[in-house]
């Protein structure tokens, strides 16, 4: 998959981001910022050509970006308050799993959505899981093979989790939760990035959710959206080799992993988020994806 004009739009909005954090946290004057500002898109855009794929394209810029504003977890507070929030309603929503027609499918698709509930916490009143229960029911998986899923998870024996978000990742562990318990032989590895980039959950973060009780949490090595093979560890691909299913969650995965020349058996699990990926897979923005490979 390679980039295009719409890829250009979407960096810049993701770094704006970044840049507001920059901006109410450094001791910089603003025109120094700017300048800053200036150099990482010049290079980054001085690098990039139509072949390149997405996650080449962020991977140059966040190069740039650390070179010049260096190494920070930017997002620290964001992600350690969507993890408290979420981990305080975890037990009534695994409730809310087991007490439902099928906990599998329940689990799955709050799994699939919790990068939405992380988007839309700061709008929900009132008792939290009521709010996500509601959105849970106001929200349809466009493309879902949950049932391929299920089929292959019956005579598996490792899987590979390629978590997301922070926050998003309470929502995954009631996921692996349910599978281990419908499972209980099957062996679940949790790969997180090895540096804070962005939003995406790091070792710190699956501490902080208590991961490890329900999968072996490890540092994948990737330190940038997405997962390329050729930048994770070699612990890391020996686990994908081994793996018998693999689970991708964001979009960010999907792009750079669905043009991987591999039999493997992936669920490509996300949130829709622009026009050029709706298109491909002839759905809306928003839309709730879990697609095999």
Do not use: W
């Not at 899923?149 to 309470?170: D, P, Q, R, S, T």
Request: aromatic share 14%.
């Amino acid at each position: 998959m390679n980039i295009d004009y719409e890829c250009i739009n979407c960096l810049l909005n993701h770094s704006s981001e970044l840049m507001d954090k920059i901006n109410a946290n450094s001791s910089y004057s603003s025109n120094n910022i700017f300048d800053n500002y200036k150099r990482v898109i010049l290079k980054t855009f001085g690098e990039v050509n139509p072949t390149h794929t997405p996650y080449y394209l962020v991977k140059t810029f966040y190069d740039a970006f650390f070179d010049i504003f260096g190494e920070n977890d930017y997002f620290h507070s964001e992600k350690a308050d969507l993890n408290q929030l979420f981990l305080e309603v975890y037990d009534d929503l695994l409730d809310f799993c087991f007490s439902s027609k099928d906990p599998l499918y329940t689990a799955f698709k709050l799994s699939l959505m919790g990068e939405l509930f992380c988007h839309n916490s700061e709008n929900s009143f009132g008792e939290l899981e009521i709010e996500i229960q509601n959105f849970y029911n106001t929200k349809r998986v466009a493309i879902n093979d949950l049932e391929k899923f299920k089929k292959e998870i019956k005579n598996a024996h490792f899987l590979l989790f390629l978590h997301n978000y922070a926050g998003e990742i309470v929502f995954d562990k009631l996921f692996i939760r349910v599978l281990k318990e419908l499972n209980p032989n099957l062996i679940i590895h949790s790969a997180l990035k090895s540096r804070p980039v962005y939003k995406c959950a790091t070792k710190k973060d699956a501490d902080q959710i208590f991961l490890k009780e329900v999968s072996i949490p490890f540092e994948s090595g990737s330190k940038y959206l997405g997962t390329d093979l050729s930048f994770v560890s070699r612990s890391f691909k020996n686990i994908y080799d081994e793996a018998d299913i693999v689970i991708a969650k964001g979009q960010s995965n999907f792009e750079s992993l669905v043009d991987e020349n591999t039999k493997k058996s992936i669920y490509y699990s996300f949130v829709v988020k622009c026009k050029k990926i709706a298109k491909n897979l002839d759905v809306n923005k928003e839309d709730l994806i879990f697609k095999r490979s």
